[in-house]
């Protein structure tokens, strides 16, 4: 049964930290490109960070010098360490493949406060 769990959203203040996990119970994921993925209010659904099977990892311009994403290939984990948080890091958090995607969880709210 393919299911993305993530979790450790919450309500912080600007400047807080958090951190995201994902626990992967999907075909492939050792082999599959992976990413974090945000979804602003009103706005599309966008690739945040992303990180390849070997652990090379890219970000989006916005968050790039705060978020570090890692992955667990052995314990089919993906992780985001957020720090800087912003209001605009408001959303709601999934993650899913990059090069291969799954059937999307339920994401993790984060909310920021100014």
């Known amino acids: 049964q393919v299911r993305l769990v993530e979790s450790g959203g919450g309500l912080v203040q600007t400047g807080g930290s958090l951190r995201l996990s994902c626990a992967a119970s999907v075909s492939m994921f050792s082999i599959n490109n992976m990413g974090w993925y945000r979804q602003a209010p009103g706005k599309q659904r966008e690739l945040v960070a992303q990180?390849?099977?070997?652990?090379?990892?890219n970000y989006a311009d916005s968050v790039k010098g705060r978020f570090t994403i890692s992955r667990d290939n052995a314990k089919k984990m993906v992780y985001l360490q957020m720090n800087s948080l912003k209001p605009e890091d408001t959303g709601v958090y999934y993650c899913?493949?990059?090069?291969?995607?799954?059937?999307w969880g339920q994401g993790t709210q984060v909310t920021v406060s100014s």
């Open positions: 990180i390849t099977s070997n652990s090379i990892t």
């Open positions: 899913n493949g990059v090069t291969i995607q799954y059937s």
